[in-house]
């Protein structure tokens, strides 16, 4: 069975401060990890995948697989960046079976 | 292009009635996924269609179903509501060949008295 946790509900830092939020997996195949975000008022939206290496919004998140994590890092945090962040997975099967996270909101204080 | 669009956006039903939920993909997305949303299990994946076949399903009972026509829009149909089918119930579509880029809908919420 897959399974993804986010250890963290909430996390409050302040505008500038560095952020992290972690993510852990359970899956014995190759996952494919991703992490979406969810704006105040707006839909669910992907930010970033692992296998695309890129930094989205300042964002980074490394698949660590000896660690099975997939935690999301920024280094200054801006008051935008206040949402509900989900990380999920993706495993075996063909298709869109996404597996995610109970969330963590980011809460940046000016 | 429009984004996903469901419907209703807001239903009350009592236990016991049966409800069908509606998604409209964006133009050329073939893949339409479906998950309910709670406060106390988050996000779980009902079932997605491709090409008018299920292609995954999620682990919940029979009540729940769906289905997709030629036009790639799809419905999902729960009979015989419980109260704990109290939801957000989002969907999602995605372009072939893709894995896990989704595009999410606003919701559909559904209150169960």
């Known amino acids: 069975a897959q399974r993804v946790t986010q250890p963290e509900k909430l996390l409050s830092v302040f505008k500038g401060a560095p952020v992290e939020l972690k993510c852990n997996y359970s899956?014995?195949?190759?996952?494919?990890l991703f992490w979406y975000v969810q704006y105040s008022r707006q839909r669910l939206q992907l930010l970033l995948r692992?296998?695309s290496r890129e930094s989205i919004k300042g964002f980074t998140a490394d698949l660590n697989k000896g660690e099975t994590s997939f935690h999301l890092k920024k280094p200054f945090a801006q008051e935008e960046d206040s949402a509900m962040y989900y990380c999920a997975l993706s495993g075996g099967a063909a298709g869109n079976k996404l597996t995610f996270g109970g969330g963590t909101r980011v809460l940046v204080k000016p | 292009k429009a984004g996903v669009t469901q419907t209703p956006r807001y239903l009350i039903k009592t236990r016991g009635q049966q409800v069908t939920l509606s998604c409209s993909p964006i133009s050329g997305h073939r893949s339409v996924s479906w998950y309910q949303q709670t406060p106390g299990q988050g996000l779980q994946f009902l079932f997605e269609y491709f090409s008018e076949t299920q292609r995954n399903k999620g682990n919940f009972p029979g009540r729940f179903s769906g289905r997709q026509f030629s036009n790639s829009r799809s419905e999902m149909n729960v009979s015989t509501l419980e109260l704990g089918d109290s939801a957000l119930y989002l969907c999602?579509?995605?372009?072939?060949?893709?894995?896990?880029?989704?595009?999410f809908g606003e919701g559909s919420r559904l209150t169960v008295l």
């Open positions: 692992h296998i």
């Open positions: 899956y014995s195949g190759s996952p494919e």
């Open positions: 999602a579509s995605s372009l072939a060949g893709t894995t896990g880029e989704l595009f």
